[in-house]
């Protein structure tokens, strides 16, 4: 199996690693990963659609730009909007190269406070949390928890959800 991934980042490459490992019951070290940092297309800080959007433009790119992979995956960081309220989110997309269709998911997020989402417009997620002194997803739920792993998780139901397609 080859395994295509649209980010240069280590921990979204080590969460889509684990949870192709896990899903098709296999070593890492069976499966073929490659990696190609690729443009989104969109913002800097995308927020709602946008997120889906560059997470699709990122798989595609990497369709056109790469070599062939069974499966080709990105993963977009963006925030949503639900209810007057802030999450920020991993949006998950994969295209299924031999079944020639695309699998969706995200992670679950966390609560932007609403009255700090103009800053974050004028700068971006990353800036807005170093300032208010995290630096990684372990500092907000501790260290059983990482961007990895919520990668993982949110890939693990993309690739799940073929079952249903």
Known sequence: MRVAIATDSKE???G???AFSRFF????????FFHKKVDSGVSEQPFNEETYEGAFNRVNTLIEKSEKADFFISCEAGIEE????????????IFDFQKQRYLWS???GWQIPSEDIEIIKNVDLDDYLRKKGITCAE????ADYSR???IAQATEFALASQKLL
């Not at 639900?82 to 997309?93: S, T």
Request: net charge positive.
């Open 148 to 150: 990895a792993e919520s």
């Open 106 to 108: 995200k992670s679950s």
């Open 139 to 142: 500092d907000l739920l501790g």
């Open 12 to 14: 979204k490459i080590k």
């Open 82 to 93: 639900l209810f007057g309220k802030y999450f920020n989110v991993q949006v998950i997309c």
């Open 16 to 18: 889509i690693k684990s």
């Open 25 to 32: 019951k296999i070593e890492e070290d069976k499966i073929e």
